[in-house]
DNA sequence: TATGAATGAGTCTTCATTCAT
DNA sequence: TATGAATGAAGACTCATTCAT
């Protein structure tokens, strides 16, 4: 296995980009399997070889990619909980909260498929998504703190929080079974999230 | 794309269920796209040709097997609930189905893992697993209604439970995060249960 | 790295020789790096993929060649030496098996090249090549002592008197120095080889 | 092809040298076709393209080592040779040329090995090679003569003799059959030597 | 019905060489 | 003169699927 390298140049940066950033849109779109390097060089509008300049491994593209997206999606979330400085009204917040989600999933919705695709079927990139977990629960439990909403065994409550709105999302995005009222069912998870929060 | 047959005789019938076992375990084993049809073949004693007598594809292999394992993983998890004419003690039970379910998902860690790879890469087998995850939904939801629990709302809200139910069970069994006391978690996803469950 | 199989059928039989012959041929014509495994393929009449289906290499192909090649050198020449039963003149022994020595190097001029090349470059191979010196060594010493000619330290003997041979007639075909008189040579050649038998 | 320059600035000639000599040592060490030409220039401390400006190929390269290499090793040979003005004792030079040509095959190891292989892929090398043996050969019987051993057709016998020793020394060195007693074989070496240069 | 030999397009990856800077 | 980023053709090998027997 060949040396990876990293680009110095403005120009070189800027291709390594556009292969990580076209690469990954690519996997998202059509499944890991179905995407060929010279594919994925092609619509970067590169060589073939210089892929493997930049990246070690087709793999190589994905993880830079999902390290991208996990930022950007844990970002905004971040975000609006920060900005809520006094939290006055929970159930305002949990709506924006719960908009905001929704609506990073379905910026990206290949993405996430993929990601959790393959999260399976990768334990290098399961690591990497177990970690953003990790680290957005214990982000949140600190912002909590900070505004005086103190709990006791924040780390699992929380934790069990982003489990239930994760999967509501996802549900709502992607899955919708239609003998189910996502709107009812989002008011179940508010009240439940409150529950949560307030039987300290 | 030749047109797939059901065997008659039972030595075909034995030797189509045994590709689907051995098949399904294989892929569940070493990942779906790291087994060859060849392999499967031989793994199950029968020749390459005949799979494509009886599957139309790859593929087909692994939906028989997907179907196979959904009941065999929703059947004892209804069981027990069926079998609790009367429910006295709502902890007790609970510890019970929890208990269950991460049973079930050890047994078959590997498939779990797989099938939830798979169902994100592939739309028919994301079918079948909403499908068998709304059916699940709908007999605890009668479940629960012959035994005098009546929900306003059943639908979603047990959609909510056995959601925070299989994300706990999975994080226990594969996703341990170090930070995180599973026992207490347990018991703050029980404390939400029985608010859901007594928040009629 | 898939298994090998080894035909049972026929035809299938002859293909697999027919991929050996006629790669090897390429193999010791080109050089073994400047033939690629589908330029075998087309050569064979074969598939690409049947090659992986009998052997495990690229390399694999040419191993089978050598020890396809190790035989029938060896075979003559054993075979010389084990007709003339009764050795009443050396000189005219030694100089048929000089003749059949410098035929078959001819025969298969690039092979043996090749052969050399390779053994330096991979060590299995360097093994297989060492494997039948020797046996060719204790062969000939064999004969020897059937023939009532008892030489102490035959096998020492023996290897040098087989050096001196391979150097000659790989000379004779090969790499004629132009201001050498190979006749002469020939001579010193059948001295020395006198010289060592006589001198027991 | 583009053009070669040689270097007239010092500093380029040392970068020149330093390529041929990384550059040979790095294709001994691990193969001519195992080393990339990136690699030799990353070794030799240089630029990619430079190697270009200098050499044509990058065969051109491991030539130019191959031309060191031979004076390299012939060399130490010949100075025996000629220091021994007066050859009182055969057989005590005869020791010390063994024992020469054996430390200067196992000091470069590899390099020797790479040589037969790639003079017998590569004719341009192989003609390097092979003038190199020859000029040798003239050598050494100049050499004799000088002392006062005439031989008739002394070209001829040098060459076996030369052919002799190189098996013998690469035997020793790389391939010890282990049926075979080198210090006996050293002997009998020896005596042949000695018979051919005794029997004028 | 069953076999397993055969196919060949497709995959990832490498590397000698060139060329803009 | 020198750099090192870029090229892209070519290589070894795989595998779902077909087909002669």
Not at 94 to 119: G, N, P, R, V
Not at 134 to 146: P, R, V
Request: charged letters at 25%.
């Amino acid at each position: 296995m060949s040396e990876t390298r990293l680009p110095k140049q403005q120009g070189a940066i800027d291709k390594r980009n556009r292969i990580i950033e076209k690469g990954f849109e690519l996997m998202c779109e059509k499944g890991y399997y179905n995407v060929s390097t010279p594919e994925i060089a092609k619509v970067a509008g590169v060589s073939t070889g210089i892929i493997y300049q930049y990246f070690s491994d087709k793999k190589d593209i994905f993880i830079e990619g999902v390290k991208n997206y996990s930022n950007s999606i844990m970002f905004p979330m971040l975000q609006i909980i920060e900005k809520s400085n006094e939290i006055k009204d929970f159930n305002t917040l949990l709506d924006e909260i719960i908009d905001k989600f929704i609506a990073s999933h379905t910026m990206s919705e290949k993405a996430h498929e993929q990601l959790l695709a393959m999260s399976h079927l990768d334990s290098s990139i399961a690591e990497i998504i177990n970690t953003s977990e990790l680290e957005m629960t214990e982000n949140i439990s600190m912002l909590l703190e900070k505004n005086n909403i103190m709990l006791n065994n924040s780390l699992e409550k929380v934790h069990i929080i982003y489990g239930i709105l994760d999967n509501y999302c996802h549900e709502v995005v992607y899955h919708k079974h239609d003998k189910i009222d996502y709107n009812i069912m989002k008011e179940n998870v508010k009240e439940i999230i409150l529950f949560v929060l307030k039987n300290r």
